[in-house]
Each structure stands twice: as C-alpha cells, then as structure tokens.
C-alpha cells in the first residue's frame, strides 16, 4: 500500500489543513480601542460626529505629530454598551458584533483616527433578527456620513475650500 494513501491520519498534517482553513473575519486587534487612556482620550478631546436614534458616533483624530505606528495608522473602534440602555447580555453583545463587522467593512474608506460608538438609548424590544437588522441599518448609515467627513466643516472653512453653489471669479 502506497504512503500517500495510509488510513491512519498524520497528526501534522492534520493540524497544518485546520490551521490554513481557518480564516479570521473579524476586526483585528490593532483596529480597536483596547486601553482606559485611549477611550478617555477619544472622550475628551474628540468631537461627535453623528448621532442615531440610539448611538452617538464620537471621532478623535490623530495628533499631526504622531510617529506612525501600528496603533496610529488607521481607523479604531471603540464600543461603550453598558447595561442601562441593553439589560440582557445577549443584546450588549449584538450591538457589539454589528458594529465590529460594519466598521470592518468600511475602515479602509474612513478617515484615520479612533471612532467611539456609545450606545445612548434604550434598546427597543425586537427579536434578535430585528433587532440587529435596525442596528446594522443605523450602523451604517452613521459610517456613510463619516466617509464623507474627514474634515469639519469649520476646518474647511478655515482651511479655504470653496462651497458648493460659490462661483470662482
């Protein structure tokens, strides 16, 4: 009977095709807020930049003299659901997988810098299903209106971008 064709497994072999089988989807370490400093930071000193019938959107950009690092480069998430507006864990952690894939399919097109999504309003009760379709739909629109916005309009002002409408002399 020929090697290649052995009954009994190899356990290498075995572990090597799982292993190159798997692919990781979700949104990587190095695109999420992490630390207490980061959130705080994006809280303080970052603006809102969108608001939903039950999420606040804040975005912090990134210091013009920041050294690019791994941690720096990009778009960061951040989720702050706590239990006051989602009572049931299952429903915090909904939130939570929506928002990490919707800003996963999205972070290439965002401007760079760390994003903080609070969750600022009760939960309606909906089945699951429901439920995440509406979180998703608000999700997305939230995202859509930041790809637009990598500047505020004040700094567009500032900065001497001509308005829609304005006619060039």
């Known amino acids: 009977m020929p090697d290649s064709v052995s009954s009994e497994p190899n356990p290498t072999q075995s572990a090597e095709r799982v292993a190159n089988t798997h692919v990781r989807l979700g949104l990587p370490r190095t695109a999420r807020l992490r630390k207490a400093a980061e959130f705080q930071a994006a809280l303080r000193r970052g603006k809102r930049i969108g608001r939903s019938s039950h999420f606040v959107l804040i975005h912090l950009a990134p210091a013009p003299t920041a050294e690019l690092s791994d941690a720096s480069c990009g778009a960061r998430l951040g989720l702050i659901v706590g239990k006051r507006h989602a ?57 859509a209106q930041t790809n637009g916005k990598g500047r505020s309009r004040r700094s567009q002002k500032a900065a001497g971008s001509p308005r829609a409408g304005s006619r060039s002399t």
């Open 87 to 143: 009572r049931r864990a299952v429903d915090r952690n909904a939130v939570k997988r929506v928002w990490r894939e919707a800003f996963r399919a999205r972070r290439a097109g965002l401007p760079a810098g760390d994003y903080v999504v609070r969750l600022a309003a009760k939960l309606p009760e909906l089945s699951q299903g429901l439920l995440k379709r509406q979180l998703r739909a608000e999700a997305d629109q939230l995202l």
